[in-house]
């Protein structure tokens, strides 16, 4: 019998297992914000009030924190489109415009998905692959940082 890394399981008894697992490694670690990729699926766990950047709140103990909550899980083969700069993300051209994608739209390679803006000018983000949004990670109007995941796109097969 050939000896290798056994497939994880990924039935949501495994899920869930592993989420109490992040959580309570977030809990022990301070942290605020986790995320892990296992077999075909991928967790993120997040202390609910944590900043952007994954750090819990300034103010209290972390014992006195509300108990994490997962935020996402999603396939693994979901491919992430990342932010190229620092800059404000807006899901469409305009306020008035509608927005260039919506979860659950099939995008084609280079479909504008949204635009940053950053230092008054307005850069088009385009989809790295072809395929459905599976999920918009940004709220409209928000600051975003360079190499932070927008969007996960679920490739077209």
């Known amino acids: 019998m050939a000896r290798g890394r056994a497939r994880p399981e990924t039935s949501e008894q495994a899920v869930v297992a592993l989420a109490r697992r992040l959580g309570a490694a977030l809990h022990e670690l301070g942290l605020g914000e986790?995320?892990?990729?296992?077999?075909?699926v991928r967790v993120r766990v997040q202390r609910p009030g944590a900043t952007a950047?994954?750090?819990p709140p300034a103010s209290g103990a972390p014992d006195a924190a509300p108990a994490p909550v997962v935020t996402d899980v999603v396939p693994s083969s979901s491919?992430?489109?990342?932010?190229?700069?620092?800059?404000?993300?807006y899901r469409a051209p305009s306020p008035n415009a509608d927005p260039y994608v919506r979860e659950g739209?099939?995008?084609?390679?280079?479909?504008?998905?949204c635009v940053i803006e950053a230092m008054k000018l307005m850069n088009e983000i385009e989809a790295k692959v072809g395929g459905r949004i599976a999920k918009i990670l940004?709220?409209?109007?928000?600051?975003?940082?360079?190499?932070?995941?927008?969007f996960l796109i679920?490739?077209?097969?």
């Open 154 to 157: 679920e490739p077209a097969r």
């Open 34 to 40: 986790i995320e892990v990729a296992w077999g075909d």
């Open 105 to 113: 739209d099939v995008v084609k390679e280079g479909q504008i998905v």
């Open 53 to 55: 950047h994954g750090a």
């Open 79 to 89: 491919v992430s489109v990342e932010s190229p700069m620092v800059g404000t993300f």
């Open 138 to 150: 940004v709220e409209n109007g928000h600051a975003v940082e360079y190499g932070q995941p927008l």
